[in-house]
Every structure is written in C-alpha cells, then in structure tokens.
C-alpha cells in the first residue's frame, strides 16, 4: 500500500527552471559598445604617453650598460613622487641646447661636493664605488677637479667615462632639465630588462 505521501513524490515531475534569454544587442548597441572600448583605449595610450617617454640610445657614452640603439622607456612620473638618487639613470634635456636630450647616471646629489682626484670620483670627501664603468678613467678625461653643486643641481656621468660628455664639461644639471629615469630596455628584444640602478651598489 502507497501512502499519500510516497504518491506525490512519486508523482513529481522535476521541472528545471525556464532561462531567460539574454537581448540581444541591437545595431546601436554594438556601435555604442565598440565606441567605448576606442574611448578606453585612447584614454590608456594618453596616459602612457603623458606618463612615459620613449628614448633612443645614441653613441658609447653608457656602455657597458646601455649600447647604441637600444630603446629605452623612461618614466615621467617616478621623480613626482621622490627626488632622483644617486645611480639612477636618467634622461635629461642637455643644458646648452634644450631640445638636445642626453642620458648618464647620478653621481652627486644637490648640495654634494665632487671631486675627482687621480682619476677616482669623491662624493664630500668619500671615494666612490664604482662597478658600473667600463673602464679605468684615463688622465686626460679625468683631470683632478672639484665641483660644489647647488641646491637643485645634480651631478651627471656616463658609464663609458673615456667617450662621455658630462658634468666634467657642463657643470651640474639643474631639476627642471631632468624629463625622467630609464625604467624599462625594451629593444632589440633580447636585451628586454628592467633598469633599476643596474650594477649600482646597494648600501
């Protein structure tokens, strides 16, 4: 003998819930959607250009670190929220002609004594490390001499420091020149890298 109860679950049909189909998106839909992504993506390439400058190497003045025609990115933003440091490579508009940009490494920092002295650089008396230079600076590109800089000046050198032109000559470049620091090597691809100070001594 069934039970009433046992005869309504046997007389339960499972009924899977009705789906919804979604809408379809009529033709100004799609236009307003594909509109949009243009926007997104305008707004993004704007946003990379404002915040980013692409920098073509130029000449040995940086080798061993960075060679000629290797591309650079170099960001805008990184020295809005602190102040370049000493081993950071930066990329700067050239003092005595401004629409010139060059590319060196931070040496000596606002307020700082350099001083080269037998070919070596001193920073307020301290001799510096120096592992990233490609060879020992000869007499004739490295002359003793001292160089007291100003509040907002730095003082610049390149890696290569026999085929560099530099601070030695034009003195310490002032914060407003500076437009960046090298943050990315993305050319040729084999050499693809994040810089950070590359080969600089970390305290």
């Given at each position: 003998?069934?039970?009433?109860?046992?005869?309504?679950?046997?007389?339960?049909v499972?009924?899977?819930?009705?789906?919804?189909?979604?809408?379809?998106?009529?033709?100004?839909g799609a236009?307003?959607e594909?509109?949009?992504?243009?926007?997104?993506?305008?707004?993004?390439?704007?946003?990379?250009?404002?915040?980013?400058v692409r920098?073509?190497v130029?000449?040995s003045?940086m080798?061993?670190?960075?060679?000629?025609?290797?591309l650079?990115?170099v960001?805008?933003?990184?020295?809005?929220?602190?102040?370049?440091q000493?081993?950071d490579?930066?990329?700067?508009?050239?003092?005595?002609?401004?629409?010139?940009?060059?590319?060196?490494r931070?040496?000596?920092?606002?307020?700082e004594?350099?001083?080269?002295?037998?070919?070596?650089?001193?920073?307020?008396?301290?001799?510096?490390y120096?592992?990233y230079?490609?060879?020992?600076c000869?007499?004739?590109?490295?002359?003793?001499?001292t160089w007291?800089?100003?509040?907002d000046?730095?003082?610049?050198?390149?890696?290569?420091?026999?085929?560099?032109?530099?601070s030695?000559?034009?003195?310490g470049v002032?914060?407003?020149f500076?437009?960046?620091e090298v943050?990315?090597r993305?050319?040729?691809?084999?050499?693809w890298?994040?810089?950070?100070?590359?080969n600089?001594?970390?305290p």
């Amino acid at each position: 003998m069934v039970s009433d109860t046992q005869s309504i679950q046997l007389n339960t049909v499972a009924v899977s819930p009705k789906r919804i189909p979604r809408p379809r998106l009529g033709r100004w839909g799609a236009i307003r959607e594909l509109f949009d992504l243009i926007v997104l993506v305008g707004a993004i390439y704007a946003l990379v250009n404002l915040s980013t400058v692409r920098f073509v190497v130029r000449g040995s003045s940086m080798e061993p670190t960075f060679h000629d025609d290797q591309l650079l990115l170099v960001s805008r933003i990184n020295y809005l929220l602190s102040d370049p440091q000493r081993g950071d490579i930066v990329v700067f508009h050239y003092p005595n002609a401004p629409t010139e940009d060059y590319i060196k490494r931070i040496i000596g920092l606002p307020g700082e004594t350099v001083e080269i002295r037998d070919q070596a650089v001193y920073i307020n008396g301290v001799k510096l490390y120096e592992p990233y230079i490609k060879e020992p600076c000869m007499t004739y590109s490295c002359p003793d001499k001292t160089w007291q800089l100003g509040d907002d000046e730095y003082f610049v050198m390149g890696d290569n420091r026999n085929r560099s032109s530099d601070s030695r000559s034009f003195n310490g470049v002032k914060r407003q020149f500076i437009v960046g620091e090298v943050v990315i090597r993305y050319w040729p691809p084999s050499d693809w890298g994040i810089v950070d100070s590359i080969n600089f001594p970390k305290p």
